[in-house]
């Protein structure tokens, strides 16, 4: 059974999807304490109980209930100066780009949604925090939690990105207090950090006790008597999180199947009351076109579908940064499965609502739609303009909101506007055809520069990963300054710079390593940025094994017995996107922070003008 959305507030009335498959895409314009280990399984949170009943007159009618959801926040406290291409209503097969995102705005929509329906749940699937511009992660994302307290939202579903600080440092996201687990002072604006007020959610995220990080389940009742039902959550993280940050922060843990591990939570679930299951995953798909549709869904969110139990009747997603809403029918399955994601930065907002029988204690309708969160528009860095659009409903900022997200910039400004240096054009982060890029070579050389000197290191050459490069560093085209925020967004996680020893063969290895790592595929490499004077070639063609070529320092052949210093970061330095090779290098010097290196370089150097990208030569095209 479908139905359609229904909405009282006429500045809300759009079109909504009813499980239609079709298809989605997000675009963008010009683009604690520490909570100590349990030996049993945490306790199941349950989130306050909703007082009010059903509207509906009759008693028979289903119980209408409504899911706002989100995903990949990042951290995105201000509206991101990005856009959505969205349907024209005036012109068939035309779009019109809308101006959307920053959390006071999808405040002010989570609230405004929130009076049509008193039967409601907000939820996350994860990365709200971690990979965060400047204004939150300057106060390691206390900013964020404290603006999403103010918003008032019931679970969050833990992603790999909240994991970038490590274990510790996550639960003292829940629980709150100042200690320090990371470089960067906690608790610096306030001297105190209450914690978020909501449940974090990690069902396959286990502890060697068989205990998890976080509760693995939670539930939400509406209603009283006779008309009162339950729904109940699954908060699931990637499996994959291990390869994805620092091994150093999730020693201990280990990420399940996220499909076994949801089927095994259903009887408990059941066991409690739950009329319906939702699971909110921080893993997900791509499609092309609509963010209200499906066309075209793949992925690594496909599987995991085609494996759940029958029960699940709506799954949450995210990861991908890709918005869609689908009807998805597992293969040789009597059901559809209901499959969200509000892509990334908060830009949207999905609105999902069920129908369910108390009396049959089930699901007896579903539909979604995602939301638009129009903000007042922007100019971008290029000058141009982009304003709000009549054909979408426009929200203001919630006053609660914005208050926390304005304390955190005003302390933050000083910082943020520093000029750092010159640079003569914008400097890109997107690959050419070899996987290089001029931003990632050049943040290679700085690390290498900052690490050269005899009592640094005496570094030979530096590797930079591509995952830790996050935004391009534009200025105009006749070229101009750049401020430590602009730094920051490029290179927001914090790590610190490591020079260990490898052997020739050891370089050579952790170069074949970097065809299998992470995400990366070999129809579009993603290689580590090499500095100036190190190259090489490679050939996919060629087996694993046998696939690098003519590695070469300052012109000479790198030989496999010679020892070589190199630059990393601690997230490679650990081993992170699975580079085990690197842990295996002999400790040398280590310490300075990333962005301070980078900094430096532009300081000295300014101005600076972007690196070749011809340090990489493919052989295989």
Do not use: W
Request: aromatic share 6%; net charge neutral; glycine share 10%.
């Amino acid at each position: 059974m479908h139905f359609p959305l229904r909405f009282s507030s006429p500045s809300l009335r759009f079109p909504c999807i009813a499980l239609l498959a079709c298809s989605t895409l997000l675009a963008g314009c010009s683009q604690l304490q520490t909570a100590h280990e349990s030996a049993t399984q945490p306790s199941v949170p349950t989130a306050a109980k909703e007082a009010s009943p059903d509207a509906t007159p009759s008693g028979d009618a289903p119980v209408k209930v409504r899911i706002l959801a989100f995903n990949d926040l990042h951290g995105n406290l201000e509206p991101p100066h990005l856009a959505v291409f969205a349907p024209d209503p005036n012109r068939e097969h035309s779009s019109v780009v809308v101006p959307a995102g920053g959390i006071a705005y999808m405040a002010d929509a989570i609230s405004r949604l929130k009076q049509e329906n008193p039967n409601h749940a907000v939820v996350s699937a994860g990365d709200m925090i971690g990979a965060s511009p400047l204004l939150s992660a300057l106060f390691l994302d206390e900013a964020t939690i404290d603006a999403v307290n103010a918003i008032g939202i019931d679970f969050n579903a833990v992603g790999n990105h909240e994991f970038d600080k490590g274990s510790n440092e996550l639960l003292r996201m829940q629980h709150g207090g100042c200690e320090r687990f990371t470089p960067r002072l906690p608790c610096s604006l306030d001297g105190h950090f209450a914690g978020a007020n909501f449940g974090f959610l990690a069902a396959n995220t286990q502890r060697k006790n068989g205990g998890t990080l976080f509760p693995a389940i939670g539930i939400k009742t509406f209603g009283d008597g006779a008309r009162s039902v339950k729904v109940g959550f699954i908060g699931l993280t990637l499996k994959g999180t291990a390869k994805l940050v620092a091994p150093g922060g999730v020693q201990g843990i280990r990420f399940a199947d996220e499909a076994a591990t949801a089927n095994t939570l259903v009887p408990q679930l059941k066991a409690q009351g739950a009329d319906a299951i939702v699971v909110l995953i921080h893993q997900g798909g791509t499609t092309a076109g609509s963010y209200n549709g499906c066309s075209g869904l793949a992925g690594d969110i496909v599987p995991i579908l085609d494996r759940l139990d029958p029960a699940i009747d709506v799954v949450v997603s995210g990861h991908t940064h890709h918005a869609y809403i689908c009807d998805y029918r597992p293969p040789q399955a009597n059901r559809s499965l209901l499959l969200t994601s509000a892509g990334r930065y908060g830009m949207l907002l999905t609105d999902i609502e069920l129908a369910i029988d108390p009396h049959a204690h089930k699901v007896v309708g579903k539909a979604a739609r995602n939301v638009i969160v129009q903000n007042e528009g922007f100019t971008d860095d290029k000058g141009r303009s982009v304003a709000p659009n009549a054909a979408y409903p426009r929200f203001a900022q919630n006053a609660a909101v914005a208050a926390v997200v304005e304390r955190y910039a005003q302390a933050s400004a000083p910082l943020a506007q520093r000029t750092v240096g010159r640079l003569t054009a914008s400097l890109s982060r997107q690959p050419v055809a070899s996987g290089e890029s001029p931003l990632g070579n050049l943040i290679a050389d700085a690390q290498l520069a900052a690490t050269q000197a005899p009592q640094n290191g005496g570094a030979q050459l530096a590797l930079m990963n591509p995952g830790g490069v996050r935004a391009d560093i534009e200025v105009p085209p006749e070229g101009g300054n750049v401020n430590f925020a602009q730094l920051f967004k490029a290179q927001p996680f914090g790590n610190n710079l490591i020079v260990r020893r490898l052997t020739g063969k050891q370089l050579r290895t952790v170069l074949e390593q970097q065809f299998r790592s992470g995400s990366n595929t070999t129809a579009r490499p993603r290689v580590l940025f090499p500095s100036q004077g190190f190259s090489y070639a490679y050939d996919l063609k060629q087996p694993p094994g046998k696939r690098i070529r003519d590695m070469k320092l300052n012109g000479k052949p790198v030989q496999d017995n010679a020892y070589y210093r190199v630059t990393m970061n601690s997230y490679l330095a650990n081993g992170g996107d699975n580079f085990s090779v690197f842990k295996r290098g002999e400790p040398v010097a280590g310490g300075m922070p990333d962005i301070d290196a980078l900094e430096g370089y532009l300081q000295i150097r300014s101005p600076v003008s972007p690196p070749a990208t011809d340090r990489i030569q493919r052989l295989d095209r």
